[in-house]
């Protein structure tokens, strides 16, 4: 049995990723599918990845995380499988083998009872001294669930989870989250045989500050995942009781100071020291305990308490209340007239196309980010015998030209008189679209500017957002619409914002 699975590895552009290109070039078993790389850097040179025995797509996202930059990636794939690697990762020789394995395993298993595969992983520590606090934080990916450093997951699960959650920002949670929703604690994700190696990446003195960062994240998952998250995650909870105390104790004796009331500017200064103190020696104890290790750790146990907290107040602020993810669509079904380009009744005429203001640039952002698009016309001129096939071919044909590539043109050229099933509002086009892409209703919307586009949308069960003109009537946009946009570009944003 083939097993397809495509290669998704976000980068910020670290030295790491050629090393990890080199290794998959170096299989044992040579890759079936091209690897997509999402370039995640806000700026800067085009990736250059070099010329190696591998075929590579390189992908640029802008800037916008890892969760973004994974979405895009599995978007633009069109295997059954998605297969994740970060770019700090080294393969070993015989690990696509072992994928292919791994995956081809899961097939006998009912698909919603099994819909992922997490490779095993080592991180290599120094055997002549210590772990550093860096270092004892990184190998602690040894026994982290469901990490995407190595994961594999049915691509159509994926899809019909809105992907990662993009609110994660950095490269913390956004795997937990995907893999809960997935239903993770409840065994269909399951470790494979497959192995990566994960060396410790060099740190700054303040890398473990800038990690309190995840307290934040960790207020997302709460209010995502109720007050278990941490369980069903299997994610230790930290520190955060500590470091809220000893931020209490610090702020105590500061209100102390300020009013001049000395006893209490000391219990407050004795709680935070205290604090301060048994943060430093638990961070110390178990290292090296270098000169350098020493005060790097001194100065940042003085300092992460109150970074937490700040960042756990900021998290309260930003998720409290915060709702279910929901993504883009991975499908946008398009009208053509009135909808892309300006309505030229039964046009024939490939030089009278004229796009809509802001168009092209709107779908252009649709297809930055993965998502397919069709469009799905009525042309009732051709029934009718008032224009050809060939004409129609010509101005769709000018349409692309203008507006960049469709995956199809999906058109009924039947009169009304016919009765045909794919004239909208009829759904058999949106089906037709649905069933050649693999994507489920759920997951599409149709976006067109009369009521008969809404219906249809309705009638094979996706989403439907009108934009209407001065040739919309009212009642279309009051009884057909379940979502209305000023024109495309407000659509795009509204898909984009995850209202759709």
């Known amino acids: 049995m083939s097993i397809d699975t495509t290669i998704v590895i976000p980068t910020v552009g670290r030295p790491s990723l050629g090393v990890l290109l080199d290794a998959l070039a170096s299989q044992t078993v040579p890759l079936h599918h091209p690897v997509f790389v999402v370039d995640d850097r806000p700026e800067g040179e085009d990736l250059i990845v070099g010329d190696r025995s591998i075929d590579v797509e390189v992908i640029r996202t802008g800037g916008g995380g890892p969760a973004r930059a994974r979405n895009i990636g599995w978007r633009h794939t069109r295997t059954p499988w998605v297969s994740f690697l970060d770019d700090d990762v080294v393969p070993d020789v015989s690990w696509y083998r072992d994928l292919i394995a791994d995956l081809r395993l899961l097939e006998d298993y009912p698909e919603q009872e099994i819909v992922g595969s997490q490779g095993r992983l080592t991180v290599p520590l120094p055997e002549d001294r210590r772990p550093t606090d860096w270092e ?4 602690s990916l040894e026994t982290s669930a469901w990490i995407t450093a190595d994961m594999s997951y049915r691509r ?20 937990a989250d995907l893999a809960l929703r997935l239903g993770a ?39 995502i995942h109720g ?12 520190r955060r009781k500590a470091h809220l105390a000893t931020t209490a104790a610090g702020a105590l004796a ?6 001049r009331h000395r006893r209490l500017a000391l219990a407050g200064a004795i709680g935070w020291f205290a604090g301060t103190a048994e943060l430093a020696h638990h ?5 090296p305990r270098t000169p350098g290790e020493i005060r790097r750790m001194l100065l940042t146990s003085a300092t992460i308490p109150a970074a937490a907290t700040w960042h756990l107040l900021r998290g309260v602020r930003l998720h409290q209340g915060a709702t279910p993810w929901r993504g883009v669509p991975e499908l946008v079904l398009l009208d053509r007239d009135g909808t892309l380009i300006e309505d030229v009744p039964y046009n024939g005429d490939p030089d009278l196309v004229r796009p809509l203001p802001g168009v092209r640039e709107a779908l252009d952002r649709l297809r930055a980010e993965g998502v397919r698009l069709m469009i799905v016309t009525n042309q009732s001129g051709i ?20 507006l960049g590539p469709f995956e199809a043109v ?10 045909c099933g794919c004239r909208k509002p009829g759904p058999d086009l949106i089906k037709r679209a649905l069933a050649s892409t693999g994507v489920h209703p759920d997951r599409a919307v149709m976006v067109g500017d009369i009521g008969s586009d809404m219906e249809a949308a309705r009638n094979a069960g996706v989403s439907g957002c009108l934009v209407p003109t001065l040739q919309t009537r009212r009642e279309e946009i009051d009884a057909a619409a379940p979502r209305t946009a000023a024109g495309l570009v407000q659509a795009v944003d509204l898909m984009l914002g995850g209202v759709w």
Request: charged share 35%.
């Open 136 to 139: 004892r934080g990184t190998a």
């Open 156 to 175: 159509d699960r994926i899809a019909a989870a809105g992907g990662f959650d993009e609110r994660f920002q950095r490269a913390f949670r956004e795997d």
């Open 185 to 223: 604690d409840r065994g269909r994700i399951v470790e494979g045989s497959r192995h990566v190696t994960h060396p410790v990446r060099p740190s700054d003195d303040w890398a473990s500050l800038r990690a309190q960062a995840g307290n934040a994240d960790d207020i997302l998952m709460r209010a």
């Open 227 to 238: 007050p278990g998250w941490h369980e069903r995650a299997k994610a230790p909870e930290g």
């Open 254 to 259: 500061v209100a102390g100071l300020l009013s």
């Open 283 to 287: 961070r110390i104890a178990p290292g």
């Open 383 to 402: 029934g009718r015998g008032v224009i050809s096939e060939e004409q129609v071919d010509a101005v769709d044909e000018r349409v692309v030209e203008l």
């Open 410 to 419: 999906l058109r009924c050229p039947h009169s009304p008189d016919d009765r």
